[in-house]
């Protein structure tokens, strides 16, 4: 009885949490936009060099003996993005546990969706760019950037079904977790065996952590430092690190809720009879304190962490790295170059690829009756979309600069990628506008 209520319990939370988790993407579409805005305009502007400045400018990381030394991008994007990746595990862990990937009857439909919106744009791709020197960029049309799609569907409002939304969300974390491994396969250039070895014996300490419900935060969070410096040396990519820790924090907590409830009813009443005298203030206190322990035992280590970094991840890590990335210095060859086999690869990638490959797997699916459309949801909605899928913008990003070591081609595919994300955003969100229900007139 009392595991049916824990298991009640820890649903109820992770499933309160998906709101908490659109409304966050959303805004976080809108300011890495007018992030991505602000550095396209530096690093076009008179004061170009002190873009580049900062990208340039050397940082350097103590850990006892241990020295690391990073430009301030590499520093974004090897560091701080393990934050990113830790949040994106969370979240994969949270959906794959009771959410929308809880069950084959849920997971099925986005899954097939997501895996076929790889296959789609990879091989549009490498249709433009096979044999040649720039054959590894058929991993950067291939993700989802789940905030900015979250986003323009948030535009529309609430004419837009829910269970389009949670699709959407779904497929995006599935898209999510495809994309991370991608970058631990195929973008992994050499290996440190013996780096490669220490990361395996933390990650072990980290599972058998889980497995003993060890749910202190600061267990969980040095481990983790150190396992993201062995990832760093072993020639995998350190943000993979993130991924690998957030599947080990546990996802139930110590006490169930209804426990919570009425330990915490029995502290307050014990607050409230206590008089005002200098001792009484003393067992106040010890009370209080008793309260705050109770209150982080009824969360679970991966509720708190997915609730602390969220804001951070989303307002500042995600802003910040497309600041450092978005950065392009856009002149009449550059623009020439979108006609390329690496830019038209990348952009009809993002906005042919994705559409056919999850329009196709979804209209397949429900036709062989594998899978049925969410409820209130039309195939011409699935289409909408489809094409938002193809706003690939941070991981696309993120994947470029890990298969263009040539700077020129890196340029190309970063500008590529804006293009083909805006016509993605602005085609996808016309077509739901017009299919979605028209709006109530008061």
């Known amino acids: 009885m009392t595991t049916t209520r824990q298991l009640r319990t820890f649903t109820s939370v992770i499933k309160g949490s998906f709101n908490e988790f659109f409304q966050r993407s959303t805004s976080t579409g809108i300011s890495i936009l007018v992030v991505t805005a602000i550095a396209l305009l530096w690093s076009n502007s008179p004061w170009q060099l002190s873009y580049s400045t900062l990208l340039h400018q050397p940082l350097e990381i103590v850990f006892a003996q241990l020295k690391l030394n990073f430009t301030f991008e590499h520093f974004v994007n090897d560091g701080l993005m393990a934050l990113f990746f830790l949040l994106v595990g969370l979240e994969i862990k949270r959906e794959m546990l009771v959410g929308e990937l809880s069950s084959r ?19 549009i791709y490498l249709l433009f760019n096979a044999n040649t020197n720039s054959a590894r960029g058929w991993g950067v049309p291939v993700a989802t950037d789940i905030a ?25 974390i ?29 990650t072990s300490i980290l599972f058998l952590g889980n497995k003993l419900r060890i749910n202190t935060i600061w267990f969980y969070g040095l481990l983790g430092l150190a396992l993201w410096v062995t990832v760093l040396f072993s020639g995998i990519h350190a943000t993979i690190a993130g991924v690998v820790l957030a599947l080990c924090i546990p996802a139930d907590a110590r006490i169930d809720r209804v426990s919570f409830f ?22 106040q206190y010890d009370a209080i304190h008793a309260l705050e322990k109770l209150s982080e035992q009824v969360q679970s280590p991966l509720h708190r962490i997915e609730h602390g970094l969220g804001r951070a991840v989303s307002f500042g890590i995600m802003p910040l790295f497309a600041l450092v990335n978005a950065g392009v210095i856009i002149d009449p060859s550059l ?36 899978a049925v459309l969410p409820s209130g949801v039309s195939m011409v909605q699935m289409y909408g979309v489809s094409l938002l899928c193809g706003i690939g913008f941070t991981m696309a990003l993120f994947v470029a600069h890990l298969a263009f070591l040539d700077p020129r081609h890196l340029d190309i595919a970063k500008l590529s990628i804006i293009v083909g994300s805006t016509i993605s955003a602005i085609v996808g969100s016309l077509v739901l506008r017009s299919t979605l229900p028209k709006p109530l007139r008061t």
């Open 105 to 123: 009857k849920k997971a099925l439909l986005p899954m097939i969706a997501a895996v076929m919106g790889m296959v789609g744009p990879a091989t």
């Open 148 to 172: 900015f799609a979250l986003g323009i569907l948030a535009l529309l409002g609430d004419r837009v079904p829910l269970g389009l939304k949670v699709f959407l969300a779904a497929l995006a």
């Open 174 to 202: 599935v898209d999510d977790l495809l994309a991370v491994l991608v970058i631990a396969i195929f973008y992994t250039a050499s290996l440190n065996i013996e780096m490669l070895l220490t990361a395996g014996i933390i």
């Open 262 to 283: 009425t330990s915490a009813r029995e502290l307050l009443d014990k607050i409230s009879r206590q008089k005002k005298s200098a001792e009484d203030e003393g067992a």
């Open 335 to 370: 623009i020439t170059s979108l006609m390329s086999p690496v830019s038209i690869g990348i952009i009809l990638g993002l906005f042919i690829g994705k559409q056919l490959g999850i329009t196709f797997a979804v209209w397949v699916s429900v036709r062989l009756k594998i």
